[in-house]
Nanobody
Framework: QVQLVESGGGLVQAGGSLRLSCAAS????????MAWYRQAPGKERELVAS???????NYADSVKGRFTISRDNAKNTVNLQMTSLKPEDTAVYSC??????????????WGQGTQVTVSS
């Protein structure tokens, strides 16, 4: 059994900051990539940022320079520091992990999502 649990969402004014965290637990052998996705009402889910086990990062153009993704491989956690937030960043943010379970196959797991609302 593998679980991803997010925390840190909430309501913030435009220009403010929030930090999202996600912890993966269970029978995990290796986490290859951890990522944050978001889905706004009426829109498709989009990749916000991803990070490999080696620390290579990738960001959506819309968040470059404002968001920073980081991870702790020893703790199986990933964080998303969001600054200079805009109303268009409002969405449900979900954590994602590409991992291999102990004695298991490689699969994608998702957290339950956390709401981020940015008021203008």
């Amino acid at each position: 059994q593998v679980q991803l649990v997010e925390s840190g969402g909430g309501l913030v004014q435009a220009g403010g900051s929030l930090r999202l965290s996600c912890a993966a637990s269970g029978s995990i052998a290796t986490i290859y990539v951890m990522a944050w996705y978001r889905q706004a009402p009426g829109k498709e889910r989009e990749l916000v940022a991803s990070i490999t086990s080696g620390g290579s990062t990738n960001y959506a153009d819309s968040v470059k320079g404002r968001f920073t993704i980081s991870r702790d491989n020893a703790k199986n956690t990933v964080n998303l520091q969001m600054t200079s937030l805009k109303p268009e960043d409002t969405a449900v943010y979900s954590c994602n992990a590409d991992l291999r379970r102990i004695l298991g196959i490689r699969s994608i797991y998702w957290g339950q999502g956390t709401q981020v609302t940015v008021s203008s």
